[in-house]
């Protein structure tokens, strides 16, 4: 009789309570009606009731799609209003056209924040260390190639948006993307105020900026007071912007969507790789892994003591992007 009464209440246990994966699958559920409403608290709760699921497709890709919710983006704005606005010519400028950038307040505020947090989702997607490069390569030995083949694609409207951000705040934009042209450090015409070596560096950048940097004409005017650090640009701000725009060139390489005005991207990306081929007066970086570091932790790491390489990406790279006039 005792063993009887047992096997049942084995029975009730087993049938009444949710495995754990019932539980994920019931989260991811619960997650996808609430953002079918834009009701991203809830789908952030939903979500946040299980443990995180690094390896669950569906689970990271609600799961960035949430965050960047909050962060007040959204891909039919995306699609209808600011797809058209890219311009190979000045990509970065045309980024900070974007609707969700006119509302940057700077990458402390908590829009930026959460789309931060779903771009990391997608990057480190499967685990992969915050400390490496997440390269795209490395989420396709856990997930399908369709699966990361959609993972990209939302990752790439992210970096754009979060691009967009960044280069409105940093570069004093107005509302048609000109930098120089706003109100948020009136007088600012640069990124940085560039001091790399008072001689020979600053003179190449000066020549360089003149007739590639918009606004910034030289080395040695305003730049942002907010990426200032006692005259060299702050590292931690510096990489946010290099990791953020090294992530979508090879998100880029790795994706086909022919609706994202690819040609305009590959323009610019040409001219990119034709400046690093050949640097304005033979001016390179003394550590070229800047070139393609995607991991903001061995960004810093990496260029804690190399404040030099930073300046001359900002100034040949990120100025020669962010140009228009």
Do not use: W
């Not at 049942?8 to 953002?35: H, M, P, R, W, Y």
């Not at 009136?186 to 003149?210: E, F, K, M, R, W």
């Not at 990489?239 to 998100?251: A, E, H, K």
């Not at 991207?265 to 033979?282: C, L, M, N, R, Y």
């Amino acid at each position: 009789m005792r063993l009887h009464y047992y096997l049942i209440f084995l029975l009730l246990i087993t049938s009444c309570g949710k495995d754990a994966q019932e539980e994920v699958d019931s989260a991811i559920l619960s997650a996808t009606n609430a953002l079918s409403t834009s009701d991203c608290d809830s789908a952030l709760n939903s979500l946040g009731s299980v443990s995180y699921q690094n390896k669950n497709y569906e689970y990271i890709k609600l799961f960035a799609a949430a965050n960047a919710c909050k962060a007040g983006y959204k891909t039919t704005t995306f699609f209808d209003n600011d797809l058209s606005k890219i311009s190979g010519t000045s990509l970065l400028s045309s980024f900070t056209t974007f609707s969700l950038a006119q509302t940057s307040t700077g990458t402390t505020d908590a829009n930026y924040q959460y789309l931060q947090t779903a771009i990391d989702a997608l990057l480190y997607a499967g685990g992969l260390s915050t400390s490496s490069n997440p390269e795209s390569d490395l989420r396709e030995q856990v997930f399908s190639s369709s699966e990361v083949a959609e993972m990209n694609s939302l990752l790439l409207y992210l970096l754009m948006n979060q691009l967009g951000n960044y280069f409105y705040y940093y570069g004093n934009t107005n509302s048609t993307g000109v930098k120089g042209g706003g109100n948020i450090q009136p007088g600012q015409v640069c990124l940085h105020s560039y001091n790399v070596d008072g001689g020979v560096i600053d003179l190449v950048i000066s020549t360089y900026l003149a007739g590639n940097g918009g606004s910034c004409t030289a080395a040695g005017l305003a730049g942002s007071s907010q990426l200032n650090s006692g005259g060299d640009i702050d590292t931690e701000k510096a990489c946010n912007g290099i990791v953020l725009f090294n992530s979508l060139y090879d998100t880029f390489l790795n994706i086909t969507v022919s609706s994202i005005g690819d040609t305009d991207v590959t323009a610019a990306f040409d001219s990119v790789k034709s400046i690093i081929d050949s640097p304005p007066g033979g001016v390179g970086f003394t550590d070229s892994s800047i070139l393609t570091v995607k991991s903001q932790n061995l960004c810093e790491t990496s260029f804690a003591s190399n404040n030099e390489d930073l300046q001359i990406f900002f100034a040949v790279i990120f100025e020669s992007l962010h140009n228009r006039q």
